[in-house]
């Protein structure tokens, strides 16, 4: 303790909480989608991903378990995130929210 009454105690360091959902984030360009699906796999998500909304269709297909949470570009080449959001709502009925996104270049 110091003369005036301050300790030296480090404050606690308290650890980012973990996530452990699945999500299915979709997004057109590369380095975009590599950033972020490496962020959320390190706060531990399981990421699924897909470059367009076609494949994005085929990887929910494919994907048996729960998606808890879709992450969509709004404006892609094909299939733009609502009509993505959609088809997969209707492969995983009750499941993904969705949250759409649009990066300004």
């Known amino acids: 303790m110091e003369a005036n009454g301050a300790t030296n105690a480090k404050p606690e360091m308290r650890s980012s909480p973990r996530g452990t959902e699945t999500i299915l984030f979709v997004e057109d360009e590369e380095g975009v989608r590599l950033l972020t699906r490496h962020v959320l796999a390190s706060c531990g998500y399981c990421v699924l991903e897909a470059a367009n909304g076609d494949e994005a269709i085929r990887v929910a297909t494919e994907h048996h378990g729960k998606i808890s ?22 492969r995983h009925p009750g499941h993904a929210r969705s949250v759409h996104f649009r990066l300004h270049r």
Do not use: F, Q, S, Y
Not at 69 to 86: F, K, Q, S
């Open 69 to 90: 949470l879709l992450i969509t570009d709004v404006v892609m080449p094909g299939m733009g995130g609502r009509v993505v959001a959609e088809k997969v709502a209707e």
